[in-house]
């Protein structure tokens, strides 16, 4: 015990000295592993050793062609959604300018703003629906229309979007008879 407290008290007082005993342990093991593959080696026979390093070469290639490739092609998949993300970028920067400051309030002749049902029955009529029925409900406007287009009632709904109406309820239904679309939604700004 008491030669223990003093190869730490010494380890302690010297660290360069335990560090130079780990690093010659650590080499002294690897002359032992190097000498034991040698003779293990040497005591194959020539075929033997042939096909360890035709088997080694092969795994060696494929292992490291494969790593390439698999890191390659992550790289390129990361470089194209990266250039798709600054192209979506630089287009909703381009598009900032067609933004309209005054859509979100259609005004009267006076300057007077619209009443929320009206301005969402305006925005209807112009995309081509004009028997919708459109009712105030509280912040809320509710909305029911029939239309026979998809297109038309996909033009209408995005322009309520763009005019700054989020959809708080949304239901379409298509009527097997005669193919027309019916709508029901609420709105609010």
Do not use: C
Request: proline share 3%; glycine share 6%.
């Amino acid at each position: 015990m008491k030669r223990l407290l003093r190869r730490s008290k010494r380890n302690n007082v010297n660290p360069a000295f335990s560090s130079s005993i780990e690093t010659h342990a650590l080499s002294k093991r690897m002359n032992n592993f190097q000498n034991v593959l040698s003779t293990r080696w040497q005591s194959l026979s020539p075929r033997d050793q042939l096909a360890l390093i035709i088997l080694s070469t092969f795994l060696l290639l494929f292992v490291g062609g494969y790593g390439g490739y698999s890191i390659h092609q992550a790289a390129s998949d990361s470089k194209s959604g990266y250039q798709e993300e600054v192209a979506d970028y630089f287009w909703l920067r381009a598009q900032a300018g067609n933004i309209d400051s005054n859509a979100m309030q259609a005004n009267t002749p006076d300057g007077e703003a619209l009443p929320p049902a009206n301005s969402v029955s305006t925005v209807l009529n112009s995309a081509g629906i004009s028997n919708a029925q459109v009712v105030a409900a509280g912040d809320a406007v509710q909305l029911s229309f029939t239309h026979g287009s998809q297109a038309v009632v996909s033009t209408a709904l995005g322009k309520l979007e763009q005019q700054g109406w989020q959809f708080t309820q949304l239901s379409m239904q298509q009527d097997l008879a005669n193919k027309s679309i019916q709508v029901q939604a609420t709105v609010a700004l």
